[in-house]
């Protein structure tokens, strides 16, 4: 069991490294290719901080651990949008601004129906088992293509503001070799996929040491890990004054999880898809819509520290939740 312990913390520690060096690298080469920096933040960087997810959502799917799949890509974005935007609101009030308010967050509405709907076979067709086929991975794809090519078409006419504020944010890693910037991907794929496996080999081992179920490891632990990229990105990003940035990294993270990772690990391999966890999205839905009626609360289109400890009281409850269900 220390054993597991031990790979588990290891695990953590190479996804969420490996998905650094991998982002580094990655930007260098499209920097010698003379690709902007508005580009690499949207795709690189976006791509990059979903990859802990993606990898444990695929790997889990490849060893038929479907609980940990789903629950690990549930269990992100409730974290995403009460842990991590209330703990950016505590370090600094979030003003979110009108395109997130009126599409991007009803968009993350729409992932969270589309997903429910596509996996509750038995309820919607009467067929059985419930599961998400490779078709519904396919159709979740397109669904995140719109998204993307709706993110570029909104955002074209700001990259200036766009590239201002990421290098303000993040001192940007000296321009490499492309002998060193290629090693640096390898590396840091290497890491994502030792991370992930560690992780899942734990995640399973936890389940049957403790007789527990590996959808409560996925939606709690591994979710919050999982995560961690986005906490750190949101936090900076808030104590730095550029809380738009803040709010959009965990919507478009959302995004991410519920259209590409699900999605193509639904393609990779069909995923089984477990009727408990439509209480999960129904609570994912559920506090989607309250994040929208706190934003109009006290000061209009702004989170405060007070909206910020509200959504951190209100993960704490779902936590409770999940260990009184088991």
């Known amino acids: 069991m220390l054993i597991d312990i031990i790979l588990f913390v290891i695990g953590f520690v190479f996804l969420i490294k490996g998905a650094d060096i991998m982002v580094d690298g990655s ?17 690189v960087v976006a791509f990059g901080t979903s990859a ?16 940990i799949a789903l629950g690990n890509i549930v269990g992100s974005n409730i974290s995403n949008t009460l842990l991590i935007l209330g703990v950016s609101a505590i370090v600094a009030p979030l003003v979110v601004k009108k395109t997130t308010i009126n599409k991007e967050i009803p968009f993350s509405l729409l992932g969270i129906l589309a997903v429910v709907f596509l996996s509750n076979d038995i309820i919607i067709d009467k067929a059985s088992p419930d599961s998400l086929t490779r078709i519904d991975g396919l159709i979740l794809i397109l669904f995140f293509i ?37 090693f640096m991907v390898l590396a840091g794929l290497v890491g994502l996929g030792a991370g992930g496996h560690f992780i899942v080999n734990g995640a399973i081992g936890f389940a049957e040491y403790f007789n527990i179920s590996q959808t409560f490891i996925a939606l709690t632990i ?5 995560s961690l990229p986005e ?6 990003a808030a104590r730095k004054g550029k809380t738009d940035i803040a709010v959009g990294n965990v919507i478009g993270s959302n995004i991410f999880n519920l ?29 989607t819509v309250l994040l929208l009626l706190l934003i109009f609360i006290g ?6 520290r007070g909206e910020g ?8 409850l779902y936590i409770v939740f999940l260990i009184f269900r088991g």
Do not use: H
């Open 299 to 304: 000061k209009k289109n702004i989170l405060g």
């Open 309 to 316: 400890i509200a959504l951190i009281g209100i993960y704490i």
């Open 146 to 182: 719109i998204f993307i090519v709706y993110t570029f078409g909104i955002s074209r006419e700001k990259e200036n503001i766009f590239q201002k504020t990421v290098g303000e944010l993040k001192e940007e890693p000296g321009e490499q070799t492309m002998g060193v910037a290629v």
């Open 222 to 226: 591994v979710a919050i890990g999982t």
């Open 27 to 43: 930007s260098s080469i499209a920097k010698r290719f003379g690709v902007s920096a508005f580009f690499i933040g949207l795709t």
């Open 231 to 236: 906490l750190a990105a949101s936090a900076a």
């Open 259 to 287: 259209f590409w990772v699900l999605g193509l690990s639904a393609v990779i391999k069909p995923i089984s898809f477990t009727s408990c966890l439509n209480i999960d999205f129904i609570i994912l839905f559920t506090i």
């Open 52 to 67: 802990p997810e993606l990898v444990v959502s695929v790997l889990a799917s490849i060893k038929g651990s479907s609980g």
